[in-house]
């Protein structure tokens, strides 16, 4: 069995955002930068897995430029056996890496895909239900937990009313939330192992052929200040405010 986890640098959860002067994207120069935490906790899950079936082989990939590589060494000092880069130097939408990563899967089978349920930079949750749909395999989103049984998984999603089950047969797709686990600790002498570990780099526009952007940025903006809030021990004149507000 084999399984592929997609990662994604993203602003480390600590650094306040900053929009670049053309107002076309994040200032990521000079800046901490991480795995998405999503990520992480679908490898810690993919991992995990691994320890508990041994034959079980684990894939890490990450679309971006070759500064990308960090996070993939991260990943195999982590415990994945195998990082792959797909090289891009250009931004892509939501639907585009999708589209990458439908023609990349194809190419190289896999039987589960995992990845975050979002990232924490643009909070889209948009590419595990369009690649499941580009590839027509089944979508488990925000699993709280994974348990495989033989030919299928069985995964767990919280809701409002408590813990949705369901049984899906492989290949499948999952995307992780934030209680799936807790990544581990990863120790020095691991990071300095996967520092002469490999990546394999392929060129992410050989597989993109005929496809393009189907949205435009045009521009990045912080939203408007918010006004101060005031406090009020009096209901009445709670109230009142209260009406001024939802006029």
């Not at 999708?98 to 975050?116: C, F, R, S, W």
């Amino acid at each position: 069995m084999k399984i592929l986890v997609c990662l994604k640098k993203t602003l480390d959860y600590n650094v306040n955002p900053q929009i670049a002067p053309d107002q076309q994207s994040i200032v990521e120069t000079g800046v901490k930068m991480s795995t998405n935490p999503f990520c992480e906790i679908a490898l810690e899950a993919a991992i995990q897995l691994h320890e508990n079936n041994p034959t079980i082989e684990t894939h890490a990939l990450c679309i971006g430029p070759e500064s990308h590589q960090d996070i993939l060494k991260r990943a195999l000092a982590m415990g994945a056996h195998h990082a792959h880069l797909l090289k891009c130097e250009h931004p892509l939408s939501t639907l585009e890496k999708a589209q990458l990563l439908k023609t990349y899967i194809e190419n190289h089978p896999y039987d589960l895909v995992l990845m975050g349920k979002q990232s924490i930079d643009q909070d889209h949750n948009h590419i595990p239900q369009m690649l499941g749909a580009l590839l027509n395999w089944d979508t488990g989103l925000f699993c709280s937990k994974i348990m495989l049984n033989n030919d299928h998984l069985t995964v767990e999603r919280e809701i409002d009313e408590g813990l949705c089950q369901r049984n899906i047969k492989l290949p499948c797709i999952l995307s992780s939330d934030l209680r799936l686990n807790q990544p581990r600790f990863i120790s020095l002498p691991k990071i300095i192992q996967a520092k002469n570990k490999p990546v394999a780099i392929i060129q992410a526009d050989s597989l993109l052929k005929g496809t393009g952007p189907k949205l435009t940025r045009t521009k990045l903006e912080l939203p408007p200040a918010r006004k101060k809030g005031t406090t009020t021990n009096d209901l009445s004149e709670f109230l009142s405010q209260l009406k001024e507000v939802l006029k």
